[in-house]
């Protein structure tokens, strides 16, 4: 291998993850305008923007945490959440996940929870997690 054909390889390597990052930041803005309506959403709950963190990456994400009561989730107004917003994949997915929580009640006893904190990662690929406390 020449050193021409090693620069080369260097250049377009260099090139895709600029196409890459520049995706990937396109991608992440889409998101953040379905995660603004999520946190007006779930302000109906009484929930709340706990912490905030931007990683400025070829990959960048923005990692938030929302804050809030397990008790005031209701499940009939999660469903309709769900329905009104299965077009956004984001949306659909908080509301899907919470959905999934507020089911478990009927099988595991939560008396003893009482937050609930849901981690979302606006990224590639984007995260949901939530955890009960």
Do not use: H
């Amino acid at each position: 291998m020449t050193l021409d054909n090693i620069m080369k390889k260097v250049s377009d390597a260099k090139d895709k993850v600029v196409t890459l990052t520049l995706e990937s930041s396109e991608q992440v803005s889409a998101w953040i305008d379905e995660y603004k309506q999520a946190v007006k959403s779930l302000q109906v709950f009484g929930f709340t923007v706990g912490k905030i963190r931007v990683a400025a990456s070829p990959l960048p994400e923005i990692s938030t945490c929302i804050k809030g009561s397990f008790k005031n989730l209701d499940e009939e107004r999660l469903g309709e959440l769900l329905e009104a917003n299965k077009e956004q994949k984001l949306l659909a997915a908080i509301f899907s996940a919470l959905l999934t929580v507020t089911k478990l009640r009927e099988v595991v006893d939560m008396a003893n929870l009482r937050d609930v904190s849901i981690q979302i990662t606006l990224g590639i690929p984007p995260r949901i997690l939530i955890d009960l406390e």
